[in-house]
């Protein structure tokens, strides 16, 4: 198993671009979710999903938009990048109906220039 | 709102006990997470509390009060590899709420 893989590993980014972080997860895991994780913030949920087809806001969802068409797959578009933006991007899967153990990515380094 | 505290930077020596605590205040709960992240690298999953009491991992254990919002992870026998930032995060209803981190600094 492959496990959660994310791409690409490091971006730069003009101001009002738009871009998609990818994330797959070869382990048949119900819930994904997006992190950003900040210099002193700790991890902050971006977004999540419980099942191919359900998605949810977490804690900052304004200026990302993700979809899950697939168990596999759970892409982040950031719709028109913001320095703000600038971030470490980590996404997480878990089997959810049997542990709510989360496995993570090994994450995107963003930066908005 | 959902606050979840902990220290920022701890320093222990090697082959000593260390216990980083975790305060949270949260609108829902159903659980806390702890997870190790080495610098540079994704979090990985250490340990989850439900219930009040221990959960013994190895060298690892964590304690969960749910009447006080506190837990904490005690990390046994230091080894100079347990340096890294410890994470606490609560769970509610499909969301984590994680804490800032705390940086452990293992010295010889």
């Known amino acids: 198993n492959a496990g959660v893989t994310q791409t690409p590993k490091f971006q730069v980014l003009k101001t009002g671009q738009s871009m998609t972080l990818q994330c797959a997860q070869d382990?048949?895991?119900?819930?994904m979710s997006w992190y950003r994780q900040d210099p002193g913030m700790g991890l902050r949920l971006i977004h999540y999903?419980?099942?191919?087809?359900?998605?949810d806001q977490g804690e900052v969802p304004n200026g990302y938009n993700v979809s899950r068409s697939t168990t596999e797959d759970f892409p982040l578009r950031l719709l028109s990048a913001a320095p703000s933006q600038t971030s470490v991007y980590f996404c997480?899967?878990?089997?959810?109906?049997?542990?709510?153990?989360?496995?993570f990515g090994p994450g995107t380094r963003l930066t908005v220039t | 709102g959902q606050n979840i505290d902990q220290p920022t930077e701890m320093t222990a020596t090697e082959g000593a006990i260390v216990q980083i605590n975790c305060t949270y205040q949260?609108?829902?709960?159903?659980?806390l997470f702890w997870y190790q992240q080495h610098a540079g690298e994704a979090p990985t999953f250490l340990s989850y509390?439900?219930?009040?009491g221990l959960e013994e991992k190895g060298r690892f254990s964590s304690f969960l009060s749910r009447s006080k919002g506190y837990s904490y992870l005690l990390l046994k026998e230091l080894q100079m590899k347990d340096s890294a930032s410890y994470l606490c995060?609560?769970?509610?209803?499909?969301?984590?709420?994680f804490g800032s981190g705390t940086k452990l600094n293992v010295k010889p």
């Open positions: 999903s419980v099942g191919a087809g359900i998605t």
């Open positions: 995060a609560a769970y509610n209803f499909n969301k984590f709420y």
């Open positions: 382990m048949n895991h119900e819930y």
């Open positions: 949260t609108s829902g709960f159903n659980g």
């Open positions: 509390n439900v219930l009040d």
């Open positions: 997480a899967s878990s089997p959810r109906s049997r542990s709510l153990e989360q496995y």
